[in-house]
């Protein structure tokens, strides 16, 4: 489809997100196909001259705030300069402002729902390689139900502090905390894969409360502490932007701070894909950076204690983890005591002194064979976490990977996305 897709006669179905309900965690940007949703400190919009309507954002926003349209005429569509400034959404024109512009308000309803002409097809090899494509939106047959949405951005629960140390080598300038977090006899069920968002207190420079901020779970379905009503986070203390810049991070220093007893305000939880599958017998490979190390810890832990009680029947576990430096990866000593019957562990350090670079896609060339073996299995789950910039590398090495054995990637990643099998989480 294309932008005009959407417009019927003059009359546009503009595509707008709800900003009440938005938790900014940027998976709707990440995975748009044409570039049509951006944001800044305040909101994330959808650029009305470049959305063409495909749904591709739908089903992965965690808690459907991207799911919202209005029907205006075109020469009143929503600017982005307009929908940056927006605490919640407008209403639906009324008849009079239609007939204001010369409209009538049948006419307007008729042209509420988009055409769908299909697009043509693309001549072979004539399009970019686009990664985000190739992303599940289902999660896998066996996974458990989740429950989302329990507590959303208008109505936060309380948790209480019950943890917060550094697991990264202390000492150095990057700091990454285990924060863990104890909801007592409120209910708040979560499965490893899914996020919370966080509510720092205060307001910004404009008088603004602060927006919740999205972090992955770090710890399996039964708490990390089994049998108590906990979980764990890991944060990254953000102390530059991307270009080196020096900032302070609202968000993680107010939860790196955080003292064991402090209250804070959560809402949550969201996400229904991103989940484990429950098949005793499923392969598990995970590609991490960073804190997206924190949902393969959740799976490393809750399949470790499945082993533990005889439960785990031989399911392979893969884990491709990149860093900077051994120092900065999260977790590093506690992956060390791992059995390695259990669990098949690369590292990739980027900026080790007098070593050459070495990313994860790099690691993961260099174990072909095995992950060739295991794109071949119907029983092998792929799952992603991390960096933006890392996943188009990740994805082209799966598609070499399988191309380089015999198989048809556009085949093998189209049934990994049916079938729930591979699944991106970057930021």
């Known amino acids: 489809m294309t932008t005009t897709t959407l417009i019927d006669n003059g009359i546009l179905k503009q595509h707008l997100i709800d900003p009440e309900i938005c938790i900014r965690c940027n998976t709707c940007e990440a995975i748009c196909p044409v570039n049509a949703i951006t944001h800044d400190d305040n909101n994330y919009v959808v650029r009305a001259d470049v959305c063409n309507g495909c749904m591709a954002c739908i089903s992965p926003c965690p808690t459907g705030s991207i799911d919202n349209w209005r029907t205006m005429p075109l020469v009143r569509a929503y600017s982005i300069e307009e929908q940056l400034t927006w605490e919640e959404l407008p209403p639906e024109l009324s008849p009079d402002q239609w007939a204001a512009d010369g409209v009538s308000a049948s006419a307007a309803d008729a042209?509420?729902?988009p055409s769908s002409v299909p697009e043509p097809m693309a001549e072979p090899g004539t399009q970019a390689f686009h990664s985000a494509k190739f992303g599940a939106t289902v999660p896998p047959w066996s996974a458990a139900h989740p429950y989302t949405n329990l507590f959303p951005p208008k109505s936060p629960t309380t948790a209480t502090v019950v943890g917060n140390f550094n697991c990264t080598e202390a000492g150095f300038e990057s700091e990454t905390h285990h924060v863990v977090l104890d909801f007592g006899s409120m209910p708040f069920p979560v499965l490893e894969g899914q996020s919370i968002g966080i509510v720092p207190p205060g307001t910004d420079a404009l008088g603004k409360a602060h927006h919740a901020r999205q972090y992955s779970i770090a710890s399996p379905r039964n708490g990390e502490r089994p049998g108590y009503n906990n979980l764990a986070l890991t944060v990254k203390r953000v102390t530059t932007d991307h270009d080196g810049n020096a900032v302070r991070g609202i968000a993680s220093n107010y939860v790196c701070d955080l003292k064991v007893g402090d209250e804070v305000q959560v809402v949550g939880p969201f996400g229904s894909s991103f989940l484990m599958p429950n098949h005793p017998r499923s392969h598990i490979v995970m590609i991490c950076t960073g804190t997206g190390s924190a949902p393969m810890r959740a799976m490393t832990e809750w399949r470790r204690r499945l082993r533990s009680s005889g439960k785990f029947e031989g399911g392979k576990l893969m884990l491709f983890f990149g860093a900077r430096t051994q120092q900065e990866l999260p977790y590093f000593g506690p992956l060390q005591n791992l059995p390695k019957d259990f669990i098949d562990i690369n590292l990739a350090f980027s900026r080790t002194a007098g070593q050459p670079?070495?990313?994860?896609?790099?690691?993961?060339?260099?174990?072909?064979?095995?992950?060739?073996?295991?794109?071949?299995?119907?029983?092998?789950?792929?799952?992603?976490?991390?960096?933006?910039?890392?996943?188009?590398?990740?994805?082209?090495?799966?598609?070499?990977?399988?191309?380089?054995?015999?198989?048809?990637?556009?085949?093998?990643?189209?049934?990994?996305?049916?079938?729930?099998?591979?699944?991106?989480?970057?930021?």
């Open 111 to 113: 042209a509420a729902v």
């Open 357 to 427: 670079k070495r990313y994860v896609q790099d690691l993961m060339r260099e174990r072909a064979a095995d992950l060739a073996a295991l794109l071949r299995d119907g029983n092998s789950h792929f799952y992603v976490c991390g960096l933006k910039s890392m996943e188009e590398g990740v994805v082209m090495a799966l598609r070499d990977i399988a191309n380089e054995a015999g198989g048809d990637w556009e085949t093998v990643g189209a049934t990994l996305k049916r079938e729930g099998r591979l699944h991106l989480e970057t930021y």
